[in-house]
């Protein structure tokens, strides 16, 4: 046992022994006529859900106390009585009973005597005043979605955040990584100024384990295991958690943590039919287009005491963005740049998300559902490009270009996930479930035409005092089309694919009153494929002097670029010049070996089996939770890959193999205690592993024998995966129904890193060729890296204050992040971790009463590593980040309410430099979007 493993292990059974205090929720029975009649309706389905819908219909608190609820099922109640004869016959026949603990607020119990799940009390805290428990779910009518959010964290046995749908509809986020970048320790790396892949205390999104409905989600970008969050709506979501601790009953490719969404069931609603509908309309500040979204909701249950539900949900968007790139250079030398660019894009992006999900409640103890969904992503992207490269730094002779990209990409993910919860099997519950995802990126179209002047045939001044800095020609080369003529283009399709079929079983039983034991077990299957075809073609003749004329094809468009700072001249008419390639096939030939290269260096399939399983126990003793517990995963991997080298040509399919299997036993202990009244410690000591990238896997072999010693890029099916030690410990204050109050630590100790690492080797033979001397690059496993963090939290409403000041509220939250990594065969000395910001911040101010609902939130991120280079001058950074949005909603019914969003006030632009700030390789801004929108609620 490594000496930090034991101290954080010593330090928890300490604090254990100190705080080891009983405690039990008892309450005095309220009268029946102390308190007014009120209408429910709420049918029959198992007691957890049915206390939520209770409450929110009777407008008052219920407590859960720890897992009293689990295994029972409620009685269908359905008219207008008081609160204490309507909790009395919805409970009939559980064993459980409701007894009032304050004006308004109940706790659920145990009938004396009556058999219960064991550690039912564990979330009972010391001292609790009328029996009114600390760590327990409490539920709602007002500010439902906070305050359940807060209670789900308050409960909850390892560390988590929680986002409520509620919650998510008060910001004006776009999608799923949006939404949850508004939570602790949560930022995102952003693509065209949204949102794309969660960043979790600045670990690399790909050792983030994302779940959809209790499935692992597959991820449709080719290049990683990330999952693009930006492909689903957050309007789909029901609600969101963010594991940051593992319990050993979660999937251990995990440290990151885990994001686990939930879609919305006809049994979270309070009443027996829903119908939800919003529309909104937008418009950007930058191109003066419009954007617009609709979804819609319908659900309900339905049959005998209602044991059937169904709910469908559907969202659409479409958006018309634009973006002004500034490239600027990512080889300076002696403070000079190698060139610039100005880069206009403009695309459409669509999405789609579709939702249904059905359950059947059969009986009591038993629960049935079918959970589907669809989600889609479009862009349709042009991008014009002028560029200038300088070819002599004393001279300053560039060579100018005139581009024009365009790019057509359609992803969808679709799953389906069919399982069961029984409780009262051999005295335990079991919970079986099996899915089928599968998420497909295709990219029709990638194509770029490039035209250019003659090699070094411009001259050009340098002027590094205004910001960007201006790189120029001394003529006005880009308005004249007469001296730029055909270069070259490459046409390319692309499609990935990741099918996962999985499935898992749990059990847990109690042992006697202070013990729950679980066990179970998942098999997952995973086949990821990558497939490139691309056509290079050059000109034929001398660059300036023959071939195609940019005069053939251009066009002027919007002239003004970053505000008029810079002037945008010719652009390309991307359907005017493949009408002219097509029309003069002497002018341009097939790079034949460019071709080969490209369409066959990046194919791949990787097939993955996963079999795994897990024991883990729930000990409750006074105040301290315990959860021990081991996971074991088995891995088998089989890669797929293709050599590229002289002899190859386009039909040569896979022609290079690997094979790789390692079995991981994960341990781990996480321990609670609830020190008092509100008051909850945590610490755990927990393992987790984060597999390969595919590619890295692939056994590729890509040899360019052009230069003196041959270069050869070859795959590693053999590398070894991340494994990672991780300490969590934190403390949090819950000092009124969804405040809180917090702060934490943790730390994670990686090993076995994957860096790229190049060296010359001699007589060695790859891909079946023996080289005398090689530069080889591949991927490898480095020594270790180590990360370390503190995080803060607060938020609170000032309810207390009088009339109108009672509506205001506050939430913060800020963590602080440290770390490198050490491979001396990488680089000597530390080495800067990538995603890694130091520091992330979030700050809303917030009002809610009246039916009038508003906030102002800030979101923060400093700089993080994207791109490791040779030596700290050269690694690249992507810049710090702080965005600030407003919302505003006033229900002008209970059906209706009306809303209006600004995104980006700030303008907050995306930037990357080399080594300092000073060295700027790209700068983009979006400009800022407002919309309004109405939505109704029946």
Known sequence: MSAPFRSVSTLALAVAGLSAISAAAQGMPLPAATMPAVTVHVPAQGVADAVHLFAAQAHVQIVVAGTVAQGHRSVAVDGTMDVPTALARMLGRTGLVARRTGEGVFVIVAEKGALIPAAADAAIAPGAAEGEPEGSIIVTGVRAAQEEAAAEKQGALNTTETLRANDVGKLPDQNVAEAIKRLPGLSVANDQGEGRYAIVRGIDPGLLNVTLNGQTLPAPEPDGRQVKLDDLPSAMIQAVTVTKSVLPNQDANAIAGEVAIRTRTAFDSKAPFTFDARGALGRYSLNHKTAWEADGTVGGRFGADEQFGAVVSVNYSRRNIESENYQGSSAWSGGLPDGNGLRDYNLTRTRLGVVGNFDWHPSPTAKIYLRTSYSEYKDNETRDQNRLAITNSTTMAATATVLVRRRIENDNTRSATLGGEFSEVAGGTLSLSGGWTRAVKNDPLRSEFTYSTAKGGVTTAYNGSTYPYTLAATTDVFNTPSAFTFSKVNFETRHAAEEIWQGRIDYTHPVGESMTLAVGAKLLSRDK??????????????????????????????????????????????????????????????????????????????????????????????????????????????????????????????????RNSYTDFFPGLTARIDAARGLVIRGAVTTSIGRPNYPDLAPYVIADTSGTVPAVSIGNADLQPYRAINYDAGVEFYPAPGAILSAGYFHKDIHNPIYSYGQTETNVTLGGTLYASALVTQPINVDREQLSGVE?????????????????????????????????????????????????????????????????????????????GDSAATDQYTDGNGQLDVHVAYQIKPEVTVFGDATNLTDAPWRRYQGVKSQLIEREHYGSMVRGGVQVHF
């Open 529 to 658: 494929t990558d497939d490139h075809d691309r056509q290079d073609y050059k000109t034929t003749g001398k660059i300036g002097k023959t071939g195609g004329a940019l005069s053939d094809v251009d066009y002027t468009g919007d002239t003004s670029f970053m505000g008029g700072q810079f002037p945008f001249g010719t652009r390309i008419d991307y359907s005017a010049a493949k009408a002219w390639f097509d029309a003069n096939p002497t002018q341009y030939a097939l790079d034949s070996s460019g071709t080969i290269s490209d369409s066959l260096s990046s194919d791949y399939r990787v097939k993955e089996d996963i079999v795994a399983g897990y024991a883990m126990a729930t000990i409750k003793t006074g105040a301290l939770t315990l959860v021990p517990g081991v996971r074991m995963e088995h891995t088998v991997d089989k890669a797929y890959a293709k050599i590229v080298d002289a002899t190859s040509t386009l039909a040569d399919g896979y022609n290079s193999y690997g």
């Open 792 to 868: 803060f939290n607060v938020q609170y409403q000032f309810t207390q204050l009088p009339g109108l000041l009672g509506g205001f509220g506050i939430s913060a939250n800020y963590t602080h992040v440290w770390g490198d990594a050490h491979g001396g065969q990488v680089r000597s000395g530390a080495i800067p971790l990538a995603y890694q910001s130091k520091n992330v911040g979030n700050v809303q101010v917030f009002y809610e009463k009246y039916g009038l609902s508003a906030r102002v939130a800030f979101n923060y991120r400093s700089s993080y590593l994207d791109t490791l």
